[in-house]
């Protein structure tokens, strides 16, 4: 079945714990982007990667890190978190096609983030 | 900057009647103009898209319409139905870069 997985689905931790989420997608996708979800203020893009090795910054990067070393796997990574990274996180993927990233974009089921 | 401004935050409506949610895009060189539906608990799915070379499309009982003259862009339900209750999201694609810059969401409630 074509999807993106993200592990962990909740997690609870504390302020300056780092913290690794992961996600990957078994559809071949160059595209995998980053975002977080907070009531009134939609969805805003965190990170993205065109392709391995490629990783440009989105809407609201600071405090958080991530890698493209295989192109199935985009882990999100929070060195040090704070509470205002509390939030649910999602990961998508896409074709990188012909009209840059402006394909379907596919959504992981999200990660409810807590940093007490 | 880039921003995609979206109305009503909630709607709610009877089944059967019609729905219409509303965005607004700030680049006029935007080219594409998707429409995500976020059901509880899940990430968001795509339903429809239009790119700027077309005014309108539909697929069923959804629409979206687009007038890149006024830089608005509208998803329009019709004959609602109660499973048709979610979170609804806009998007568009600025120019030059790769990434969507997605609207802040519209909560759909249909009662039965």
């Known amino acids: 079945e074509a999807q993106v997985t993200q592990n962990p689905r909740y997690l609870i931790t504390v302020t300056g714990k780092k913290l690794t989420v992961t996600c990957s997608q078994n559809?071949?996708?160059?595209?995998m982007s980053w975002y977080r979800q907070d009531p009134g203020l939609g969805l805003r893009q965190i990170y993205y990667?065109?392709?391995?090795?490629?990783?440009d910054k989105g809407d609201v990067p600071e405090g958080y890190k991530v890698s493209r070393k295989e192109k199935r796997n985009f882990p999100l990574i929070l060195e040090s978190p704070s509470p205002n990274q509390t939030s649910l996180y999602f990961c998508?993927?896409?074709?990188?096609?012909?009209?840059?990233?402006?394909?379907?974009?596919?959504f992981g089921p999200g990660t409810r983030l807590t940093v007490l | 900057g880039e921003n995609v401004e979206q109305h009503p935050s909630t709607l709610s409506v009877q089944e059967g009647d019609s729905a219409v949610i509303k965005c607004t895009y700030s680049?006029?060189?935007?080219?594409?103009f998707p429409w995500y539906k976020q059901e509880l608990g899940k990430g968001p799915q795509l339903i429809i898209d239009?790119?700027?070379?077309?005014g309108e499309k539909k697929d069923q009982r959804i629409a979206v319409t687009l007038n890149k003259t006024a830089k608005h862009f509208s998803l329009h339900i019709t004959e609602t139905q109660p499973e048709d209750s979610a979170v609804y999201f806009c998007?568009?694609?600025?120019?030059?870069?790769?990434?969507?810059?997605f609207g802040t969401g519209t909560r759909l409630q249909v009662f039965p």
């Open positions: 998508a993927s896409s074709f990188k096609g012909r009209y840059r990233a402006y394909n379907e974009q596919f």
């Open positions: 559809m071949n996708h160059e595209y």
């Open positions: 990667s065109m392709n391995v090795e490629v990783t």
């Open positions: 680049d006029s060189a935007s080219n594409y």
């Open positions: 239009i790119r700027s070379n077309v």
């Open positions: 998007a568009a694609g600025f120019h030059n870069t790769d990434k969507l810059i």
